[in-house]
């Protein structure tokens, strides 16, 4: 039976600088994420948010403290160790959709099945279900200069869920969609989480926020509310 916990996070640090420089962007993370879960968090420009999604996704390592992601420790691992686990077991969407402009829809959402040596033909199989399941069915020859905005995002989203990972990471994934487009990706969103996918979302809009089951708000580089209920988001932005 498959750990229920998803993302474990034990006393973790993370430091830049030292002495007089020295700044802490983490400082004591103590926080567990379940299987299925879907998540925002959320909190003050500088709080440590997106410090806290950087390592959750492995492209940062802390500074001391224990990461534990699908039950195997990560802080300690080597790049080419990391590199595979972003690979194979983390999706990441971007608030800049960071597509291959000389590629076409179907071709972006193929690039991490190389890095993953899957077969030539499974991964046209499974880019092209990847991206009806966001609903560009019709749309995979295009490239990204022939699409817009909301439907590069959604593209974006196909590749990131196309090596079907244990954990979506969406960092600020509204930011440059208006409110009809958000909506859009937000529906996908859940549907995916639906699904059985972990979704974690940074975000400082409420409105993207209160689409989550679960908030949890940063301070000063540590959680200060890790089950922030949607209902009570309006008290703490107030408070904050």
């Not at 103590?30 to 996704?57: Q, W």
């Amino acid at each position: 039976m498959p750990n229920s916990v998803i993302v474990r996070l034990e006393d973790v640090y993370k430091i830049y600088g030292a002495g007089e420089t020295e700044v802490k962007a983490l400082s004591g993370v103590n926080l567990t994420i379940e299987r299925g879960e879907f998540c925002a968090i959320m909190g003050a420009s500088g709080s440590g948010k997106s410090t806290m999604m950087n390592v959750i996704g492995c492209l940062d390592r802390p500074t001391s403290g224990g990461y534990y992601l699908d039950g195997v420790e990560v802080a300690a691992l080597g790049d080419a160790d990391l590199a595979l686990i972003r690979n194979r077991k983390i999706g990441f969407v971007f608030q800049q959709f960071h597509l291959l402009p000389q590629l076409n829809a179907l071709e972006n959402v193929m690039l991490p099945m190389v890095y993953a040596n899957v077969p030539a033909a499974e991964r046209r199989e499974r880019a092209a279900e990847a991206l009806n399941r966001v609903g560009l069915g019709n749309r995979m020859n295009n490239r990204p200069n022939q699409m817009s905005g909301g439907q590069q995002q959604r593209v974006a989203i196909a590749r990131a869920i196309v090596n079907r990972p244990v954990l979506l990471l969406a960092d600020e994934p509204t930011g440059a969609l208006d409110s009809r487009t958000t909506e859009e990706v937000l529906n996908i969103f859940s549907e995916l989480n639906d699904s059985g996918i972990t979704v974690v979302m940074v975000t400082h809009e409420p409105d993207v926020a209160r689409r989550t089951r679960r908030i949890i708000w940063f301070k000063d580089g540590t959680v200060v509310h890790p089950y922030l209920a949607p209902d009570d988001l309006a008290h703490m932005m107030a408070t904050a």
